[in-house]
């Protein structure tokens, strides 16, 4: 081999390869779409004389378009104008108390989640919608729902319908939503997302 040859192949592994591709929008919209939801609450303010709020109509519509979960305690809006009817039609939930839907949101939904996660992961699974397909994942989920479903303090129709939205949502294939991610940090999830209703069914 020449001096030239080495050298240029000298010079050739010292030129930086070329960055990666820049990811498409799908690609970018299906990361984002895999990060689990945020519940976003906004109280109404007790301070005197306070008149600023967590959250417009608008951000709160964009939130909701993020994917997000939007709770606004009736009469939030109040010292900017913004009314009830406002953030209604921008999608978020009204409600005059948001803790009975914080809980619904942490026993219901990530109550179910870790449920999958362990559950699914053992049967072979590697994503929300492979284990809830599976029927015994599913009669797990379930059974759960039942035990939980009755430790909320909402009325029995409201959670029957948020039951068959969960299920809606956990079963799209677009939102590959991995299990291995959904387990992380267990001890800690297991805690808010199971105790309360093993607490309650045993009480």
């Not at 994917?67 to 305690?73: L, S």
């Amino acid at each position: 081999m020449n001096s030239s040859l080495r050298v240029s192949q000298k010079l050739r592994n010292r030129v930086p390869r070329a960055p990666p591709a820049c990811p498409s929008l799908v690609t970018v919209v299906t990361a984002r779409a895999r990060r689990e939801p945020m519940r976003v609450g906004c109280p109404k303010e007790i301070k005197n004389h306070e008149y600023r709020v967590g959250l417009t109509p608008e951000s709160a519509g964009e939130l909701v378009h993020q994917g997000n979960e939007v709770w606004i305690e009736s009469g939030a809006g109040a010292g900017i104008g913004a009314t009830d009817e406002a953030f209604a039609a921008a999608g978020a939930q009204l409600v005059d108390d948001v803790g009975p839907f914080e809980q619904r949101k942490l026993r219901m939904l990530n109550g179910s989640h870790s449920l999958l996660a362990y559950a699914g992961s053992i049967r072979g699974h590697d994503t929300i919608d492979e284990a809830i397909a599976d029927p015994t994942c599913r009669a797990w989920v379930e059974q759960y729902w039942d035990e939980a479903g009755r430790h909320l303090d909402l009325p029995p129709d409201e959670v029957t319908a948020y039951r068959a939205a969960l299920i809606e949502r956990f079963s799209n294939p677009r939102v590959r939503h991995r299990l291995a991610q959904i387990a992380a940090d267990g001890s800690t999830k297991l805690l808010i997302r199971f105790l309360p209703t093993i607490r309650a069914e045993r009480a």
